[in-house]
Antibody, heavy 118, light 109 residues
Framework: QVQLQESGPGLVKPSETLSLTCTVS????????WSWIRQPPGKGLEWIGY???????NYNPSLKSRVTILIDTSKNQFSLKLSSVTAADTAVYYC????????????WGQGTLVTVSS | EIVLTQSPGTLSLSPGARATLSCRAS???????LAWYQQKPGQAPRLLIY???SRAIGIPDRFSGSGSGTDFTLTISRLEPEDFAVYYC??????????FGQGTKVEIK
């Protein structure tokens, strides 16, 4: 059974960079796409971007200028960096596995709340 | 970018009732790229339906998906107590981006 676990600071100051890591267990990170999705408190889901195990990426156009997703296949991890954060970036951040060909999310992490505040 | 609009925003129904949730796209979506998720408070979303009509592993057959083009539907044939939750549709488009609908909350009447 594939499991995903997000980790990283729960509090980030405005204008700084949010950094999160997702660790994949119970399966290999290779041959799949991996994604970050976020959900502001009380609101809906927003796709941030995805990365293929080869390193190729695709980002939400609305966040593209501030987002970097990287992958480390030796550690079975992928990461998210979101720069120049504001209070609007406060959200629960989820990592998820993307089933290629049909592009849906079949495994999700439990999510981690990141608050942007001074 | 394709926008997904879900309706109604909230559906108030009794256990045992039939629930019909709508997801309308601003332009045509390939059926292969339309999925539905269920989210309960404090939990991550759970995949219900992919490819517009295929149930994910372990999903009861009271959940069914249908539709094509710009109109898609999630039907719950008989609501069980554990089905009261928020439901999201999601699509993958030709611009290689993914979007979610804003969600439909199914609440106990």
């Amino acid at each position: 059974q594939v499991q995903l676990q997000e980790s990283g600071p729960g509090l980030v100051k405005p204008s700084e960079t949010l950094s999160l890591t997702c660790t994949v267990s119970g399966g290999s990170i290779t041959s799949y796409y991996w994604s970050w999705i976020r959900q502001p408190p009380g609101k809906g889901l927003e796709w941030i971007g995805y990365i293929y195990y080869s390193g190729s990426t695709n980002y939400n156009p609305s966040l593209k200028s501030r987002v970097t997703i990287l992958i480390d296949t030796s550690k079975n991890q992928f990461s998210l960096k979101l720069s120049s954060v504001t209070a609007a970036d406060t959200a629960v951040y989820y990592c998820a596995r993307v089933r290629g060909v049909r592009y849906y999310f079949d495994y999700w992490g439990q999510g981690t709340l990141v608050t942007v505040s001074s | 970018e394709i926008v997904l609009t879900q309706s109604p925003g909230t559906l108030s129904l009794s256990p045992g009732a039939r629930a019909t949730l709508s997801c309308r796209a601003s332009q045509s979506v390939s059926s292969s790229y339309l999925a539905w998720y269920q989210q309960k408070p404090g939990q991550a979303p759970r995949l219900l339906i992919y490819g517009a009509s295929s149930r994910a592993i372990g999903i009861p057959d009271r959940f069914s998906g249908s539709g094509s083009g710009t109109d898609f539907t999630l039907t719950i044939s008989r609501l069980e107590p554990e089905d009261f939750a928020v439901y999201y549709c999601q699509q993958y488009g030709s611009s290689l981006t993914l979007t979610f609908g804003q969600g439909t909350k199914v609440e106990i009447k």
